[in-house]
């Protein structure tokens, strides 16, 4: 249908920042989205959900330019637009904000500010930083101009992504899954800035997997399944959790059941880490005299805000990362290396999936041998027959569903590459898996069976160590959670003992 043809917004209504209809794209054989539409308005804040692989990046990357539409129109405060490129949308006052922030580490954040705006005029950077501050303080950002972008969590750094896009002009924002990396604390922050943007009069699309958020954010929300808009601009109140999961999975999401049986801890650890001692990659001490067990059958989940060495006590944990003192044991044979870990029968889901485990242009069929266990002896070759039915057999018992053996990893979103990461190793039968952040960036239904593969690798005696942003799931499914504070365990909570507000005070405050 010819945009001309839409019917003119009614008299005394505003009209839609954004208005889509009829948007189509093939790639091959794959229909990533069929007849979908939507509309944003000024001052909104719209919810796009649906379980991964649903078309949703897809569906934002037309929006922005990148590609291009075989079907659909688009109006733009109700002129046809047609952006051919993410400079023309932004022209439009379109920005968006990628999953992967698009920063350069080493520069400053007025300097990464300065290589997104329209070309013209050289601005000074003095005066530039000064236009930062200025825009930082009227949209409540709180972001400093002359900070490195690599001294900032990642919550500052989508704070400077935000306002790079809003000094571009931007009155419609895309926002693609911006919460999947922050700690709880940086979320609250970061809704509490598109609440006070939405208060100023812009659109926001919003990506997310958490119903939580849609609920504490969104005024209307749109659900994708398998490439087609399901429930289009509804009322998030109007339906319950239920409900929605159903719409994005075709079929309802039974509650997670985790039972707890006793821990044997006369037998030796699946891990133990004794007086543990570590520097992180910029040198200073990440992890301080560091004493931990994780016994077979059992889940220890490791809580912590962002940045307070869970990273390098899962890197500790498995190889990856050397230790200044102490010593890492796995069922009592002494770790000094990830090929010693492995052999050990630890498996490892990165913090970081496609920065640690990722060939972009491999496809997921070749991340297969990748785990370290099956590449055979260099020069004979890889047994590609008996790697395609290994993985097809693993994709099937395991039930992530992972995307077609042929997508390169560069095409796919950040959940479809967790499911391959997941399902590389979680097929393996292993003593210890350590998993950091395991159902980070996946639908309901993928978290759901996320948790079950863990619980289910717990009941055939693997212990578990899984670092968390997410207190809920801890609190669901661990025996024990350990709490990290600048490197510290801050302290401990047995299962039968969970306090949330308790486990929120260790997190930021380090126990004696």
Not at 60 to 71: F, N, R
Not at 289 to 300: C, I, K, M, T
Not at 341 to 351: K, N
């Amino acid at each position: 249908m010819d945009a001309t043809t839409q019917a003119p917004t009614a008299p005394g209504r505003q009209e839609p920042l954004l208005k889509i209809g009829g948007f189509t794209k093939r790639f091959a054989e794959v229909v990533a989205n069929d007849d979908v539409g939507f509309d944003v308005m000024p001052g909104e804040v719209h919810a796009l959900v649906g379980e991964n692989g649903a078309g949703k990046s897809t569906l934002l990357k037309m929006i922005y330019g990148v590609y291009k539409p075989d079907a659909g129109w688009m109006l733009v405060s109700g002129q046809e637009a047609t952006p051919g490129s993410p400079a023309e949308a932004r022209a439009l006052g379109i920005g968006m904000v990628f999953q992967d922030l698009r920063l350069v580490p080493a520069l400053t954040v007025a300097e990464n500010i300065a290589l997104a705006l329209p070309t013209g005029p050289r601005l000074k950077i003095g005066a530039l930083a000064l236009r930062v501050a200025e825009a930082s303080e009227r949209f409540a950002l709180g972001v400093d101009p002359t900070a490195l972008v690599q001294h900032l969590s990642i919550g500052e750094r989508q704070r400077v992504e935000i306002l790079k896009v809003l000094m571009t002009g931007a009155k419609l924002v895309i926002l693609d899954e911006p919460t999947s990396v922050l700690a709880p604390q940086e979320v609250e922050a970061l809704l509490g800035v598109v609440r006070h943007l939405r208060d100023q009069g812009l659109g926001i699309v919003i990506v997310t997997h958490k119903l939580r958020e849609v609920r504490a954010i969104a005024d209307r929300v749109t659900v994708l399944r398998g490439g087609r808009t399901v429930l289009v601009g509804a009322d998030p109140a109007a339906h319950s959790d239920d409900a929605l999961i159903e719409a994005m999975v075709g079929r309802s999401v039974p509650p997670l059941v985790a039972l707890r049986d006793a821990v044997d801890t006369a037998v030796p650890a699946a891990l133990h880490l004794a007086g543990v001692s570590a520097q992180s990659d910029r040198g200073h001490q990440a992890l301080h005299d560091v004493n931990l067990r994780v016994y077979p059958g059992e889940v220890v989940g490791v809580a912590g805000v962002a940045g307070s060495g869970q990273r390098e006590l899962c890197e500790v944990a498995t190889g990856l990362r050397g230790v200044s003192s102490g010593t890492v044991t796995l069922a009592g044979t002494p770790v000094r290396s990830p090929k010693a870990a492995a052999s050990a029968g630890a498996v490892c889901v990165p913090e970081d999936p496609v920065a640690d485990s990722v060939v972009s242009r491999f496809s997921v069929l070749d991340h297969m041998p990748l785990d370290g266990r099956t590449m055979p002896p260099s020069g004979l070759g890889i047994a590609w027959a008996a790697i395609r039915r290994r993985t097809d057999e693993a994709d099937s018992r395991l039930g992530l569903r992972m995307a077609p053996r042929h997508r390169k990893l560069s095409d796919l979103s950040g959940g479809n590459i967790q499911r391959v990461i997941l399902t590389r190793e979680l097929a393996i039968d292993s003593s210890l898996v350590v998993a950091a952040y395991p159902t980070r960036g996946l639908d309901a239904a993928n978290v759901r069976r996320t948790q079950e593969v863990l619980l289910e690798a717990r009941a055939r005696g693997a212990g578990v160590l899984m670092v968390s942003e997410d207190l809920d799931e801890l609190m669901s499914m661990a025996d024990r959670i350990v709490v990290m504070h600048d490197g510290h365990i801050s302290g401990e909570l047995p299962a039968a003992g969970f306090d949330r507000q308790r486990l929120g005070q260790m997190m930021v405050e380090r126990v004696a």
